[in-house]
């Protein structure tokens, strides 16, 4: 048998790196045959070897799993949506969905006796779902209600019905410190607009929100969030608050009475609700105070300015203060749009000057509501910017509107004491446990 050497590819190559001797030792021609021949023997008998235990090895699929699939096929659903934009109509949102303009039209009608189809709204929603048994079209009409067209399999006719909307709710917990704003710290907390706008209706009798506000002040909020089942959120309801104001605390409770009325206590049970708010508009500045004398801007000469001045974007809405019927409402000389409401007890009354417009239906001998919109800021009459002059006045005198102390609302009754006091304290005894922020001073 012929002597061969298979080169080490240890052994070092010459210079110019060309291989060493060894290298250059002939192989046998039939060598690379043998070796082709040893790898196919060799995949072989690994194939033979394995051949049965591949069998054993695959997974045995259960009769129900692999029959799951045509089961589901044959209960296979098919969904669509399409959301309503301006101009759209009912009929061609239909069509949208597969219908024909005559099925559409027949759809509208039987819709009629429970919802008029030709009020629907932009921004929501009509939905087709499609299985083996029925074909169903919603309309979601708002967020306790919608409405459900169905036709079965192999029919025709359409049948419609009112159906509630399951309703969801979570609670969430907010603390925050102001740096900035209360709008900025709300936030960057997680806290959505609407519950801070309800959280500052909650303390508008004992903060004013446009002249007391500081840096360090702090709030705590714990509060609900209602869900339908399509998961927007529909709104939110705050059931404990606390608000650090300048060092001074203020707290809050939600309570629901025995006759459904819901208000907002303090933990001792007196409300929250006062004759008058502190501030007819929100989140604005004071430009100018109650003084005895003050150079007129406008005209120049020195005079009293009897109210307060919120310095405001032009259109800001302004609130009535207190419940009253409007005394006047119209152009007053140098006040420009003016609104005069005389309250409840006859002795107290409030102005509202330089309007850009009243709001819709205020006009004299109507009755305002405390915190109603009566009108909007601007600069009518003698002003040099936006803003709203406010006052305050008693028996016909104007006195510093920032000054009057308000007697709060009637506190929770005697019979309802016990009742109070079990709802609220658990909600009171969460805003304890929550970790109070670093708070002004």
């Given at each position: 048998?012929?002597?061969?050497?298979?080169?080490?590819?240890?052994?070092?190559?010459?210079?110019?790196?060309?291989?060493?001797?060894?290298a250059?030792?002939?192989?046998?021609?039939?060598?690379p045959?043998?070796?082709?021949?040893?790898?196919?023997?060799?995949?072989?008998?690994?194939?033979?070897?394995?051949?049965?235990?591949?069998?054993?090895?695959?997974?045995?699929?259960?009769?129900?799993?692999?029959?799951?699939?045509?089961?589901?096929q044959?209960?296979?659903?098919?969904?669509?949506?399409?959301?309503?934009?301006?101009?759209?109509?009912?009929?061609?949102?239909?069509?949208?969905?597969?219908?024909?303009?005559?099925?559409?039209?027949?759809?509208?009608?039987?819709?009629?006796?429970?919802?008029?189809?030709?009020?629907?709204?932009?921004?929501?929603?009509?939905?087709?779902?499609?299985?083996?048994?029925?074909?169903?079209?919603?309309?979601?009409?708002?967020?306790?209600?919608?409405?459900?067209?169905?036709?079965h399999?192999?029919?025709?006719?359409w049948?419609?019905?009112?159906?509630?909307?399951?309703?969801?709710?979570?609670?969430?917990?907010?603390?925050?410190?102001?740096d900035?704003?209360?709008?900025?710290?709300?936030?960057?907390?997680?806290?959505?607009?609407?519950?801070?706008?309800?959280?500052?209706?909650?303390?508008?009798?004992?903060?004013?929100?446009?002249?007391?506000?500081?840096?360090?002040?702090?709030?705590?909020?714990?509060?609900?969030?209602?869900?339908?089942?399509?998961?927007?959120?529909?709104?939110?309801?705050?059931?404990?608050?606390?608000?650090?104001?300048?060092?001074?605390?203020?707290?809050?409770?939600r309570?629901?009475?025995?006759?459904?009325?819901?208000?907002?206590?303090?933990?001792?049970?007196?409300?929250?609700r006062?004759?008058?708010?502190?501030?007819?508009?929100?989140?604005?500045?004071?430009?100018?105070?109650?003084?005895?004398?003050?150079?007129?801007?406008?005209?120049?000469?020195?005079?009293?300015?009897?109210?307060?001045?919120?310095?405001?974007?032009?259109?800001?809405?302004?609130?009535?203060?207190?419940?009253?019927?409007?005394?006047?409402?119209?152009?007053?000389?140098?006040?420009?749009?003016?609104?005069?409401?005389?309250?409840?007890?006859?002795?107290?009354?409030?102005?509202?000057?330089?309007?850009?417009?009243?709001?819709?239906?205020?006009?004299?001998?109507v009755?305002?509501?405390q915190?109603?919109?009566?009108?909007?800021?601007?600069?009518?009459?003698?002003?040099?910017?936006?803003?709203?002059?406010?006052?305050?006045?008693?028996?016909?005198?104007?006195?510093?509107?920032?000054?009057?102390?308000?007697?709060?609302?009637?506190?929770?009754?005697?019979?309802?004491?016990?009742?109070?006091?079990?709802?609220?304290?658990?909600?009171?005894?969460?805003?304890?446990?929550?970790?109070?922020?670093?708070?002004?001073?």
């Amino acid at each position: 048998m012929p002597k061969f050497r298979i080169h080490d590819v240890s052994e070092p190559l010459m210079a110019g790196g060309e291989p060493g001797p060894a290298a250059n030792r002939r192989l046998p021609e039939w060598l690379p045959w043998l070796g082709g021949a040893a790898v196919v023997a060799i995949t072989l008998l690994t194939l033979i070897a394995n051949l049965g235990g591949a069998v054993h090895a695959r997974q045995v699929v259960p009769h129900e799993e692999w029959l799951a699939p045509e089961m589901d096929q044959a209960n296979k659903t098919d969904s669509r949506s399409i959301r309503i934009k301006p101009g759209d109509h009912a009929v061609a949102i239909l069509q949208q969905l597969g219908f024909s303009i005559g099925e559409a039209r027949e759809m509208v009608i039987i819709a009629t006796d429970r919802y008029n189809l030709r009020n629907i709204s932009a921004g929501k929603t009509f939905k087709r779902v499609d299985s083996a048994d029925n074909t169903d079209v919603y309309y979601n009409i708002d967020g306790e209600q919608r409405l459900h067209l169905q036709r079965h399999s192999g029919e025709q006719s359409w049948t419609c019905n009112m159906e509630a909307r399951e309703l969801l709710t979570r609670q969430r917990v907010v603390t925050g410190r102001i740096d900035d704003s209360l709008f900025g710290a709300a936030e960057s907390a997680g806290m959505d607009q609407r519950t801070t706008m309800n959280l500052v209706d909650i303390f508008a009798w004992d903060i004013d929100f446009a002249r007391d506000m500081r840096r360090g002040d702090s709030f705590r909020v714990i509060y609900e969030e209602h869900f339908d089942d399509a998961g927007r959120v529909l709104n939110t309801s705050i059931l404990t608050a606390e608000f650090i104001n300048q060092g001074d605390h203020f707290r809050a409770v939600r309570y629901e009475q025995s006759n459904g009325q819901v208000s907002y206590f303090t933990p001792d049970g007196k409300s929250m609700r006062k004759a008058y708010l502190k501030a007819p508009v929100k989140f604005s500045r004071i430009s100018s105070r109650f003084q005895t004398s003050r150079k007129h801007p406008v005209l120049g000469y020195t005079r009293a300015h009897r109210g307060v001045d919120y310095a405001a974007s032009s259109g800001t809405p302004i609130h009535a203060i207190g419940d009253g019927y409007v005394s006047f409402s119209g152009w007053k000389n140098g006040f420009g749009r003016f609104i005069l409401i005389t309250h409840n007890n006859r002795n107290h009354a409030t102005a509202y000057a330089h309007m850009r417009a009243f709001a819709r239906g205020i006009k004299r001998g109507v009755r305002v509501k405390q915190g109603q919109v009566i009108g909007y800021v601007g600069m009518s009459g003698l002003a040099t910017g936006p803003h709203l002059h406010f006052e305050f006045r008693v028996r016909g005198v104007a006195v510093n509107p920032l000054t009057v102390k308000h007697p709060p609302a009637r506190p929770v009754a005697g019979n309802e004491r016990k009742r109070f006091e079990q709802q609220t304290a658990p909600l009171l005894k969460q805003l304890d446990q929550l970790q109070p922020l670093a708070a002004w001073g």
